[in-house]
């Protein structure tokens, strides 16, 4: 009997551009063998053949496995980047170039001399961990300036119970952003960016551009907010001490603007300089609390107790306890709004994602342990100074209870127990001191003042430190993507850290320009709904992309739920427009005209956003929902399947078609 392979007749399918050369030996009968030029192949019963001898099914196939390089924007050093044939490629048979495709891309300016060959890679940048890099700077940004010189005062006005329903308030719609934002973090592979990229890779670059803004720009105002509170504070031991350069409110711009300037070198100097400043700024504010707490438990002294002092007692508290509205901006959600942004730093850690050594570890412990432990330190705060200190006192050494029947009597508030008398400055509202007239009234209290004031610049400036480097990160991740026009400018990189200078200068900019308000309680809301934006972006990503049940949403961090991100983006929503609502519409308004310009340009990015996921979940819904419609002669659609060519070679069957729906 003839072999089949005897006569066989040789077809070159090289031009199919199949990683390996195939040649069909085809001969009469069905039986057929294929031949593959490899070093070993498999037999027709599934089993490995020698060298040279493999055979095959016809439709058995042998690839390579799937290379991480083609499904990310990833490059490695040495070598360019791996492209994948598009199907256009691969069913195209070009007679003129039977070669396989190169497996390296090649572009004329990542084609390497010789001389460059043997070059060392380039210097690997700074990494942190979770302490340094994520822990630390965030309580240093959560500690700020609302900690030292407001929160006595928001004490004094909303009483302890309702002071701690405001922080409390503050640190539920923080945590459960916390929660989404370590769900989304450990999702998937975290770049430089932080929170705009993690929106942006989440809800797909219409919402994310635009939250990457907002982020940056909230980012600048803070820096402005604690560089104005750190020269308040330089202010008040200036006049204490009978120094002034022009008046109070210029002398706040002035240093404030001298502040954010040297603040600017140290950024530039690098995230190492940085990262070791905010371990200084971390250990000045630890024994700040400290000297604090020493002197609550101190007897208070004369002079102390003129200043409304008295030390631990049940009265005091009790009397602090409940709410004493003053002034215009007298109300719970006036002090929520300027208590607020002292809860915002979470996201300082995830901002600098890109310089973290293993950001899928270090942002979800590192924030929820500095929201847990920042929470602790605002509420035992808030409780000891209101147990200590009364609301109103004349600071005047002469005001003591005389033992008389009238003075007694006409004695007003609980320092009359003490023997004290402030019912004069109380009646013509003239008080100086005390928790609702002084706001160094934690200076006061403490064992010793000066480390109080290093406290206070060390939480103001680390805190307006963080944020002058997170605002450029976001902003040149922002600009690196090209989703809008004239700021791809701004996201050039600089050294082995790229570093952002040029977005260091705009954000430096702007800081200046809020520093010259010089007045912390306007500063402090209109950065609130700014933040409690991207909070509720961040919350609704993490909801969306639980609830489209994405195959690309497989987060290691487990202790999340969509429901609880869903309350937490409304929550943030609501709270905007009841904290001040002509800010939410500004902030809202921004980002549909974002939107909207993205929407309209369609940018030439896929990111794999959950939108895209729910597209496709909603279409197959109303196909599925289609086999319960009934059919109606009005409504009726046939479906044709075609299995065919080109329309052109087969033009009986387009007649068909066109037959169907064409008009009697």
Same mark, same amino acid.
């Given at each position: ?28 009968? @069905? ?11 498999? @037999? ?51 007679? @003129?170039?039977?070669?396989? %495709?190169?497996?390296?891309?090649? $572009? ?6 010789? @001389?460059?060959?043997?070059?060392? %890679? ?16 965030? =309580? ?15 004490? /004094? ?27 989304? +973090? $450990? ?27 907002? &982020? ?26 009978? $120094?002034?350069?022009?008046? %109070? ?26 990262? !070791? ?26 002079? !102390? ?17 409940? *709410? ?5 901006? #007298?109300? &719970? &959600?006036?002090?929520? /709004?300027?208590?607020? %942004?002292? +809860? ?96 160094? $009234? ?42 809008? *026009? ?5 996201? !050039? ?61 497989? *987060? ?5 739920? !969509?429901?609880? /991100? ?9 709270? =905007? ?36 996921? #729910? ?50």
């Amino acid at each position: 009997m003839e072999d089949p392979l005897h006569n066989k007749e040789v077809i070159n399918l090289s031009s199919f551009r199949s990683q390996y050369a195939v040649s069909l030996a085809l001969s009469g009968g @069905d039986n057929r063998r294929y031949a593959i030029e490899e070093n070993g192949g498999y @037999d027709l019963n599934g089993g490995v053949t020698p060298h040279g001898s493999a055979v095959l099914s016809g439709y058995d196939t042998l690839d390579s496995p799937p290379s991480y390089d083609f499904y990310a924007n990833t490059e490695v050093y040495g070598r360019t980047k791996k492209i994948r044939p598009s199907l256009f490629q691969l069913h195209t048979n070009h007679e @003129d170039d039977s070669s396989p %495709p190169p497996l390296y891309e090649e $572009t004329s300016g990542n084609k390497e001399r010789p @001389d460059e060959e043997l070059a060392e %890679p380039p210097p690997e940048p700074a990494r942190f961990g979770w302490v340094q890099g994520v822990m630390v700077r965030c =309580m240093l940004n959560i500690w700020g300036v609302i900690l030292y010189l407001r929160l006595p005062w928001i004490t /004094s006005q909303a009483g302890i119970g309702l002071t701690w329903i405001i922080i409390l308030l503050s640190s539920c719609i923080t945590g459960i952003t916390g929660l989404s934002t370590s769900a989304i +973090a $450990t999702n998937g592979k975290v770049k430089g960016g932080g929170t705009y990229f993690l929106i942006s890779r989440s809800l797909g670059p219409e919402l994310g551009g635009s939250i990457g803004l907002i &982020f940056a720009f909230a980012n600048a105002v803070a820096v402005a907010m604690h560089t104005v509170g750190f020269a308040e504070t330089v202010q008040a031991l200036m006049q204490e001490s009978g $120094t002034s350069m022009v008046d %109070p409110l210029n002398d706040i711009r002035i240093i404030g603007v001298i502040t954010v300037t040297c603040l600017l070198a140290i950024s530039l100097a690098g995230m190492e300089w940085e990262s !070791k400043a905010q371990v200084l700024f971390f250990f000045v504010i630890m024994v700040s609390f400290v000297n604090y707490i020493v002197g609550t438990i101190i007897p208070a002294t004369p002079q !102390k107790q003129a200043k409304g002092f008295f030390s631990y007692r049940a009265d005091i508290f009790a009397e602090n306890f409940v *709410p004493s509205w003053r002034g215009p901006g #007298g109300s &719970f &959600f006036g002090m929520f /709004s300027i208590f607020f %942004p002292s +809860a915002t730093g979470i996201l300082a850690g995830a901002n600098i994602s890109g310089d973290l050594r293993d950001p899928n570890v270090a942002i979800p412990r590192g924030t929820m342990l500095a929201i847990f432990w920042t929470t602790i330190s605002y509420l035992i705060i808030s409780a000891t100074i209101g147990s200590c200190v009364v609301r109103d006192a004349s600071g005047n050494l002469n005001d003591t209870l005389l033992i008389t029947g009238s003075d007694v009597a006409d004695c007003l508030g609980t320092p009359c127990k003490y023997g004290w008398n402030f019912s004069d400055c109380i009646a013509n509202k003239t008080c100086t001191y005390g928790l609702s007239n002084n706001y160094q $009234t934690m200076s006061m209290v403490s064992g010793f003042a000066p480390l109080i004031a290093a406290g206070i610049f060390g939480a103001t400036l680390s805190s307006a430190l963080a944020c002058l480097v997170s605002a450029p990160k976001v902003f040149q991740c922002l600009c690196k993507d090209k989703l809008y *026009p004239v700021i791809g400018f701004f996201g !050039k990189g600089y050294g082995k850290n790229d570093e952002p200078y040029r977005s260091y200068l705009l954000t430096y900019i702007i800081a200046v320009c809020f520093i010259l308000i010089a007045e912390l309680n306007t500063i402090a809301p209109i950065i609130s709904n700014f933040f409690l934006c991207s909070y509720a972006l961040i919350n609704f990503s993490c909801f969306h992309a639980s609830i489209t049940n994405s195959p690309g949403w497989r *987060p290691s961090f487990r202790f999340y739920s !969509k429901w609880a /991100s869903l309350v937490g983006a409304v929550v943030s929503v609501v709270i =905007m427009f009841l904290l001040t609502w002509w800010a939410a519409l500004i902030a809202i308004g921004i980002v549909l005209v974002l939107l909207g310009y993205v929407l309209y340009k369609k940018p030439s990015v896929n990111w794999g956003s959950s939108v895209q996921a #729910g597209s496709y979940n909603m279409a197959l819904s109303y196909c599925v929902g289609l086999n319960h419609v009934d059919e109606h002669i009005k409504n009726y659609r046939p479906q044709c399947l075609v299995l065919t060519g080109p329309p052109s070679f087969r033009p009986a069957l387009s007649g068909l078609c066109r037959n169907l729906h064409q008009e009697p």
